[in-house]
């Protein structure tokens, strides 16, 4: 079982998953961009401005998700100090860095048109820019510190203490009155959104899922190839 | 419709913005980290030149990634 989990194995299993990725990719994106794009019906209220929620909301998830993953390991890895976790948090961090700026700047654009400022201070709005905030401080320690042990102890204390953050975010259009609306989509309990919007919209997530994958797995084999350079001699 | 499709009736600088905006940025990402990956596999490469030839046999005995890396490059060579 753990001989599965070694790196030489664990890296013959990232090249086949770039492989695959990058063969369904380009199909799903532009079945993704014309159902986004063309097929997808204005909003009653919002008009075709409402197009950008199938950048904006996947963006949001991935990177409240990328967090909540980080979260998660960085637990396990002060607990466990299991290593691959340390280099999936590493790899996984700037993918959730750029998912969360993605948000923040496609949510400004949405702002305007629909409520006539790029930007407001409510609730919703400052967690994710406390969020982004955060992830530039999880991959900062990866850039200042040398030593492993203070990196993978300064990181997990940033991401756990940036995980106070996420219910924040998720419930801050709940707690307080804020100019971003309230969840349309729920896991539990029906949403308020039409399928014509939903099914564009989760085409656009897996599209967005995937591009994350494939850059993830890519800087998790550039991670593998480090280690491996570093250890060549005693291979 | 097809002026209609680019206007998006008067919201198109903000929809096509953030899908350029997004859209770009991933790409910049994608080759950021397929260059950086390039060089990695490159670096290791050559550290794998400057073994002995015992210790590269070796090395490529224990090592299914250093297998993978030397039979990407030949593939691409």
Same mark, same amino acid.
């Given at each position: 079982m753990f001989k599965f989990f070694s790196s030489s194995n664990i890296y013959l299993l990232i090249q086949k998953l770039i492989k695959f990725i990058n063969s369904i990719f380009f199909l799903i994106l532009v079945i993704g961009l014309t159902f986004a794009l063309v097929l997808s019906p204005p909003d009653y209220l919002q008009g075709d401005a409402v197009r950008i929620m199938y950048v904006h909301v996947p963006s949001a998830w991935i990177g409240l998700a990328c967090f909540s993953v980080i979260t998660l390991l960085s637990v396990l890895n002060f607990i466990f100090k299991i290593k691959n976790f340390y280099f999936i948090n590493k790899s996984l961090a700037p993918v959730g860095l750029l998912f969360t700026c993605l948000a923040i700047v496609t949510g400004s654009l949405w702002g305007?048109?629909? *409520?006539?400022? *790029?930007?407001? *201070?409510d609730a919703r709005l400052t967690s994710m820019l406390v969020l982004m905030l955060f992830y530039f401080l999880y991959i900062l320690t990866f850039k200042l510190f040398k030593s492993k042990e203070l990196i993978i102890k300064v990181s997990s204390a940033i991401a756990i203490l940036g995980s106070v953050n996420l219910p924040i975010i998720k419930y801050s259009v709940e707690w307080w009155s804020t100019l971003h609306q309230p969840a349309s989509i729920k896991i539990t309990g029906s949403s308020s959104i039409h399928s014509d919007m939903m099914l564009p919209l989760m085409v656009m997530l897996l599209v967005f899922l995937l591009y994350a994958a494939l850059i993830f797995l890519m800087k998790y084999k550039t991670e593998i190839i480090r280690i491996k350079k570093k250890n060549i001699k005693r291979d | 419709m097809i002026s209609n499709f680019i206007t998006m009736n008067g919201y198109g600088l903000y929809v096509w913005l953030s899908f350029s905006i997004a859209f770009i940025s991933c790409a910049v990402v994608y080759i950021k980290t397929k260059k950086t990956l390039k060089k990695y596999e490159q670096e290791f490469l050559v550290e794998l030149q400057t073994l002995t030839l015992e210790e590269k046999n070796k090395a490529l005995e224990n090592s299914k990634v250093a297998q993978q890396i030397l039979a990407i490059s030949s593939k691409a060579n």
């Open positions: 305007q048109p629909t *409520w006539g400022t *790029w930007w407001a *201070w | -």
